[in-house]
């Protein structure tokens, strides 16, 4: 779907007006609620990580969110398994 329509809905202009911008991200948003790949969408820009753009419907400072709450829980999952016996 994001494929049909301008790429200028995806990624900001440079120097955008806030209000502009958050318009811009919500209406990027709505096309990617229809798109039937958002989910691989978004698992492709955090990955990467893609640094820019409304991707899987999430904003790049969305993503950076996911990304770090994704390593903390990691971090955390790593901390709590258990130590192999020693034999």
């Known amino acids: 779907m994001c494929r049909r329509d301008e790429a200028g809905l995806f990624f900001a202009p440079s120097k955008e007006p806030t209000a502009a911008r958050l318009a811009r991200e ?31 419907g999430l904003t790049a400072a969305e993503r950076r969110v996911v990304l770090t709450r994704r ?17």
Do not use: F, T
């Not at 390593?71 to 258990?82: D, H, M, T, V, Y």
């Open 26 to 56: 919500e209406a990027a948003k709505r096309v990617c609620a229809r798109c039937p790949v958002m989910v691989e969408c978004r698992e492709h820009a955090l990955l990467q990580p893609e640094p820019y753009g409304v991707w899987g």
């Open 71 to 87: 390593r903390r829980r990691e971090s955390e999952l790593r901390a709590a398994a258990p130590v192999p016996a020693a034999g």
